[in-house]
């Protein structure tokens, strides 16, 4: 199968079973290079093994994913490490080591495949830490001494330690509170900006949806029942991905990424 130049990921008829239980039936979703693609949908709807699916965590039942070109079913050991380092990952809980500092942990991937010395890791761990927006002391401590927001800073700084071109982020905004989780949605932004990255989110943070990313693609009944920016669904006339766009929260946040248009910094013009 011949995919498009500017495909990422291409996932055709993937189907996820769990002993009776069917996660995903038939599913078909891509990635395009470059883009911000975000994964929604209710609880159980299979976003978080979408996601495993795609990193080489687990592979699906049946159907075919291709990852930069590569089916993932006849890929050997050493092409699938290849691949791996292709791509960061940034966990929900943030998925640090705790008996690791910070710069530590950050500092983890490149100790483990690259000959660089520790001085220069270290180096490295703390201007990817800086990327963030944490201070320069903040290395030096504990994953536990963190805030939620802190952690999750910490979490990408780690994610983006070997320069990937892919980045998977796992509910980055989930636990904080607003002013924290609208900084997380401004640091992907400008992430993306400074690294030409494709990303592809897992969230139900409908500020993060309308505010930072170019595509959705809303899961429900195994399959993608829709995939388009957020204006294009909120026309939408399935009932589940209505659902994203009825109540007065879902408004709210639609009226509040159109007032952050309005005033938009270079790093977030979408």
Known sequence: MTLPADTVIAMNKVCTRFGSHAVHTDLDLDVRR???????????????????????????????????????????????????????????????????????????????????????????????????????DAGLKQPGEFSGGMLKRASLARAIALDPELLFLDEPTSGLDPDSAAGVSELILRTHAMYGLTIVIITHDLDLLWQACDRVAVLGEGRVLASGSMEELSRHDHPIVRGYFEGPRQRAAASAAHRQRDKETPWTTR
């Open 34 to 136: 470059g883009e911000i693609l975000a994964i929604a949908g209710g609880s159980g709807s299979g976003k978080s093994v979408l996601m495993r699916e795609m990193i080489l965590l687990q592979r699906p039942t049946s159907g075919s994913i291709r990852l930069f070109g590569h089916d993932i079913a006849t890929l050997t050991l050493p092409e699938a490490h290849a691949l791996r380092l292709r791509w960061g990952v940034m966990f929900q809980h943030g998925g640090l080591f705790s008996a690791l500092t910070v710069r530590e942990n950050i500092g983890l991937p490149l100790r483990e495949h690259s000959r660089l010395d520790r001085a220069l890791i270290d180096r490295i761990a703390e201007w990817k830490l800086s990327l963030t927006g944490l201070p320069p």
